[in-house]
C-alpha cells in the first residue's frame, strides 16, 4: 500500500512537472490592467502551459506596480514587431532543451529564415513578409491539429488566402490572387472542404509551412510524389522523364496544372497531349491506344459489376465472379498508376488480365442463368410425364368402377 | 427364378399364413363416403419419406459446425451433384408437410373421424403434427444464416419466457447462454437422429391404429358399421389409384416449387448484426403475432392452450354426430380457428413493413397497424 502510495504521488508529480521557464499564472500581475488580453489568452495552448505574458512581452510580470513591471532592463515591448516576434518565439521553439518536454520541433525559425517569407522579412525588411502570428494567432494561439487553430488542415488554405487572396498585398510581388477559389473546385479541394479529407494535399503539403518556398519546375514532381508514389515511379521509366530533367516538361504539372488539379480522366489524352505533340504523331497514337485500354477495361469493369449485382439480385450465386470482379477490378486500378510509364506494353498486361477476367465474369453468370433456364424448361417433359400418369391411373380408376356397376 | 425364389422362402417361412394377413390388409373395404381429402395422410407419409431420402443426401455434404455449416450448404446448392434440386426439395417438402398434415387434421376434424373409438389416432396424429413443426423450427437453424439464427434466437428466447422451466429449457436448448456452436449441434441431433426415429414410431402407431380400427364412416358415434367384404371401395386397387394421382401431382407441384421459387440461402449468421424486423416461419407467424398483444406470461399461456386444446379436443367434443352440418358449435370453432389463422398470420407477414395499398403507403407497426406514410418528395436535382 505504501509503496503505490509513493508510485500515486511520483506519478502526479511527473504527470503535473512543468518546465522551468514555466510561471505560475497566479504571480501574473500583468492580467490586472490587460484582462481583456488575457480573456483572449486564457484558453491558449501556452496558458494551459502556464507560459505567462512576458515570455513573448519582456517585463516583470511579478511586480505590482506597473511601472516597476515595465521598467528598463526588463525587456519589456509593447507590440515586438515582426522581427521581434519571430526571435521572440524562437527563444522558446528554437530551444531543443525547452521543447523536448513537448516533443516539438525546434527548426521553425531557421526553417523560417530560408524561406520566402523569412528572406523578405530578414534580408529585405520587407514587414509585409508572413511570420509566426500572421498564421498561428498571436494570444489566443492552439494546437496546429486543434480544429479551431488557423492552421489546422480545413482552416489552412483560407489562412493562407487572407494574405495571398489580397490584391493589394500581392500586387508589389506580381502574385495571382485566385489560388484559394481555384484549389477549392480542384480534387485535393473538393476532398478537402467536402468530404473532410484532412490528408488531402494543402497549401503547406506542397510548398512547405515554416520553410515555405514555391517549388520549382523540376521539384514539382518530387512534391507530388511525396502522395503520389506510384504514379511518380512509373513516371520515372517512361519518355517524358528525361524531358522532365532537362527542363523541357513540368512533371506532374505540364499535364495535370497546379491549384486548380481536376479528378484526370482519359480525356487529357485528347488535350494535354496535344499541347506538346500533333495529332498525327507516333507519341500521340500511343497516347490513344493506352487510352482505349483504359476505357475498354474500365466500361468492361463497370457492365461487369452490373451483371454481378443483377445475377445476385436474381438469386444467383455469384462468389466466384465477385472474387473475379475484384480481381479485375485491382487490374483496372493499378492502370491509373502505370499509365504514367505511357508504356503501351506495360497497360497492355493489365488490360489483358482485366479483360480475360470480366469475360470469365460473363461466361459464368450466362453459364448459372442458362442452367436456371434449363431447370424451368426440365418442367415440361415433367409435367407431360405427370399429366400421362394421372390420365392413366384415371382411366383406369374409371374402368375398375364402371366393372362394378356392371 | 421367381419360382425357386418363392420356393426357397417358402421352405423357411409360412408364407401362406404371412399373405393371409396382407392380403386382407390390402383389400381391406373403405367406407362410401372416402373422396379424393382422405389420401392428405398417405401424402403426408409421402412428404416424410422425401424429407427423409433428402435429408439423406443433404447429410452427404452438410458439416454441423458453425464454422462449415452455412458453406456446406452453399457447396450442396452451388457444386454438388444435383444438390440445388435434393436442397430445394428438402426446404419445400418440410413447408409442403407442415401444410399437408395440418390440412390432414382439418379432414379429420371436419369429418368427426376423431371421436370416439378413435380419440387415441387423433392425439397421436397431433403428437404427429407439433413434431413436424419441431422438425420444421431445428431444420430451419442449420443453414446457419442470418434468418435462421435470428429466428432461433427469438424462437429460444420465448421458451425461455415459460414459468419455472423456460430458463432451464432455454439452456437446454441452446448449450448456452446464446445460439452458437452447441445450439447447432443439438438442433441438428435433434433434426437427423431424435426426431426421424420418434416420428417413425409414432407414424406407425398412428398406422396401426388407423387399420386397426379403420377408416371411420359417417354414421353416428356408437352406431358405426364397417363395410364387409365385398361393400364399400377397396383399398387396393381403388383407393391406392386415386392415392397414385395425387401423389404424381404432388410430386409435380414439389419439383416445380423448387425450381420456380427456391430457397434463397442469403447471409451467413452474424451474431453482431441483429436484422431489421426478424420473423419465424410461416407457420409460427400467426403464434408469434398473437403473442405480442399480450403480456409476456399470459402470451404464452394463450398460446400455450393451442395445442392442449387440440389434444384434449376429442374429450371435449363428444356429441355423437359426425356429419358437419349438424355440429354447428364444432363448425364456427372450426372456421374461427381457420380464420384467426389466417387473419394473425397475415397481420404477422404485413407487421413491420411498409407496403403500398391502392396507390397509398402505409407502415405496419410491430402489432400489424397500419400507419399511412406521407408520399416521399423526391430531393430537388442542384
Redesign the interface.
Known sequence: MYKAKLFFWLFLGVGLAVPAFARDIKNNNCIVCHADQWEQMKESIHARHQITCDRCHGGDPAQEDMEAAKAPGTDFVAVPDKKQTAERCGQCHADVEAMNFYGLPTDQLARYKTSAHGKLLFDHGDEHGAVCTDCHGYHDVVAVMDPQSPVYPLNLPATCNRCHGDKAVMAPYKHPTDIFEKYKKSVHGVALFEKGDLSVANCVKCHGSHGAMPPGVKEIGATCGKCHINEKRYFLEGPHAQASQDGYFSECASCHDYHDIQRPDTNLYNTACLNCHSEGDEAFKRGQKIKEMIDSSSRALSDAGELVKQAAME?I?V?EETAALEEARTNVLEMAPRQHSLSVENIGELYGKATALTQEIQNGVRTKRQSLRW??I??VP??IF?FL??VV??K??DQ??GKEHE | MRNYIKQWFARRFDLEGMNKPLQKQLHKPLPKHINWFHTLGSMSLFLFISQVLTGILLLVYYRPTVGEAFESV?FI??TAHAGWLYRQIHAWGANLMILVVFLHMLRTFLTGSFKRPRELTWVVGVVIFILTLVFGFTGYLLPWNQLAYWATTVGTEIAGAVPWIGEFTKTLLRGGSGVGGETLSRFFVIHVIVLPWLLFFIVAIHLFLVRYQGIATMDPVGEEKQPKEGEGIPFF??HV??E??VF??L??IL??LS??A?F??GEKADPLTTPYAIKPEWYFLPMYQVIKYFPKLIGIFVTGLAPLLLLIWPFLDKSREKRLLRRPISMTIGILTIFSLLFFGMLGHLSETKTKFFGKTYEFDIYGRPHAVAAEVPARSP
Request: overall charge positive; cysteine-free; hydrophobic content about 55%.
Open positions: 438469386g450465386f462468389d431447370r424451368k426440365a418442367l415433367l409435367w405427370i400418369m394421372v391411373l384415371r383406369k380408376y375398375l368402377k | 452453399k446448392m452451388t386397387p381403388h389409384l386415386k397414385g394421382i404424381f401431382i410430386l409435380g419439383i416445380t425450381v420456380v427456391p434463397e440461402l
